[in-house]
């Protein structure tokens, strides 16, 4: 049997069910790009939201490409559940936020639709960085967007086309994968094919606000498929697994009405970028150090590292003293609360998160999330120890003693270490003229930090 409305009534009874009558809810939300993430994220939120007695939210969500997911919920009513883990167990939550999902290449005209509907207020997307076509130097990839066609701004310019010529009101499009002022890039890239009166419209009023989420959400395997079969009774396609640490911090700027995303946590600011820079350097920065110090000991998984009385002492002085001590908090921003819950999560041994995915592309990570902060540093006076030891781990990786590189620069920095001392490497990338002394040029103190650390073994 599969998990369904009618089955709701025989699950057990430790199995959160949603707090409201669905049926009596309108749909508000689309959602573009509905994937595991979406579901333990986003449609969480608006479940909690519709808990609290928010009305008319319930979600259309679309696939922009696979039927995956609608052949999942459509024969479930919509309902999944969300399985949180940690060190203490399991728990099942029933989801019911969403209501429809359809496919775009298989019915244009019922996403057209969906968009167009009076009732639809907001439009949230997870479609990965690729989906918004953007140029390595910034800007949209106009002639990409019109080769590729069905893109997300197809969809959304069509929809201010369409309630434009109704009248049916502006929406607030919501921007939820991990890109630097994702509010800003989708909003050119929906203008970018528009123009008259229409344009005019959606640039006045409709609004685009940046966000910043942040969950773990693991691919779902047949085993989790099983194990939440055999405690639910009834058989969910459409599970997902997650961790307990959520966030997403919005920037509080809608066209009309928004649900009480707050009540799950959801955070309403006037600026997102210093959650975003918190995340990058504090979050991702810690897992590259992670990473690298991590797979040099000879571990596969973060919650491996993080236990290691060798890696736990460098990582977090690199998170508590030195990325915290580059960023400069927006009120109320909690970095010590922040330092405690990734400690937790990085702890959490019942989501396997492999070192050497995160490991992958340093030389494309480094820059963000450490040269910019050493070089912040170095002028606030703040001491940099912990980030040249995780720099350090980072170029002995590069000479591929813990297992093959993954790297669009692999071969020209082997070739640099092929023709290096460590002190001709760490002169190569961070020197004067270095590949990377753009983001960081070290000093003459810095340098020889880096060189006695990059030779220690």
């Not at 595991?36 to 939120?45: L, M």
């Not at 960085?129 to 310019?157: M, N, Q």
Request: charged share 25%.
């Amino acid at each position: 049997m599969r998990l369904s409305d009618a089955a709701r009534a025989s699950l057990p009874g430790d199995v959160a069910q949603p707090g409201y009558a669905r049926t009596e809810q309108a749909r508000g939300i689309v959602h573009l790009g509905i994937g595991a993430f979406h579901r333990a994220h986003q449609a969480v939120y608006t479940d909690d939201a519709m808990a609290a007695g928010d009305r008319d939210w319930a979600i259309t969500g679309v696939s922009l490409r696979s039927r995956q997911v609608q052949e999942q919920l459509a024969a479930q009513d919509g309902l999944y559940t969300v399985a949180t883990r940690d060190a203490e167990g399991e728990r099942l939550r029933l989801i019911g936020a969403v209501r429809e999902v359809l496919v775009a290449p298989d019915d244009p005209q019922a996403v057209a639709a969906a968009l167009a509907a009076p009732a639809t207020r907001i439009v949230t997307l997870t479609v990965t960085e690729k989906g918004y076509h953007r140029l390595p130097g910034g800007g949209i990839d106009t002639a990409s967007v019109a080769a590729a066609g069905g893109t997300i701004y197809h969809y959304l310019s069509q929809a201010v086309r369409d309630r434009h010529a109704a009248g049916a009101g502006p929406m607030t499009l919501v921007s939820c994968d991990n890109m630097t002022d994702n509010g800003h890039v989708l909003r050119d890239g929906v203008a970018a094919l528009l123009d008259g009166a229409a344009r005019d419209w959606f640039e006045r009023d409709w609004a685009c606000p940046s966000t910043m989420v942040d969950r773990i959400v693991p691919a779902t395997t047949a085993a989790d498929l099983d194990g939440i079969e055999a405690r639910l009774g009834v058989r969910d396609e459409g599970a997902v697994v997650t961790e307990p640490f959520r966030q997403w911090v919005i920037e509080d700027r809608f066209a009309t009405d928004r649900p009480r995303w707050d009540v799950g946590g959801a955070q309403f600011v006037a600026d997102v970028r210093p959650y975003e820079t918190a995340k990058l350097r504090m979050l991702n920065g810690a897992h590259s150090a992670l990473a690298y110090l991590g797979l040099g000991a000879g571990h596969d998984y973060v919650h491996q590292a993080i236990a290691d009385a060798a890696v736990r002492p460098v990582v977090e002085r690199l998170m508590r003293d030195e990325a915290a001590a580059s960023l400069d908090a927006a009120p109320g921003q909690d970095l010590r609360a922040y330092a405690d819950a990734l400690l937790a999560r990085f702890a959490n041994p019942s989501l396997a998160h492999r070192l050497a995915q995160i490991a992958t592309d340093g030389s494309q990570k480094v820059g963000p999330r450490w040269l910019e902060a050493l070089t912040i540093n170095r002028a606030r006076g703040v001491d940099r120890t912990a980030t040249l030891t995780a720099l350090a781990a980072w170029l002995r990786h590069l000479c591929g003693q813990a297992g093959p590189i993954n790297d669009p620069m692999t071969d020209e920095l082997a070739a640099l270490w092929g023709a290096n001392d460590a002190r001709g490497m760490v002169d190569a990338l961070f020197g004067e003229g270095g590949k990377f002394a753009a983001r960081w040029q070290a000093d003459d103190a810095e340098r020889a930090t880096l060189v006695d650390l990059v030779e220690r073994t």
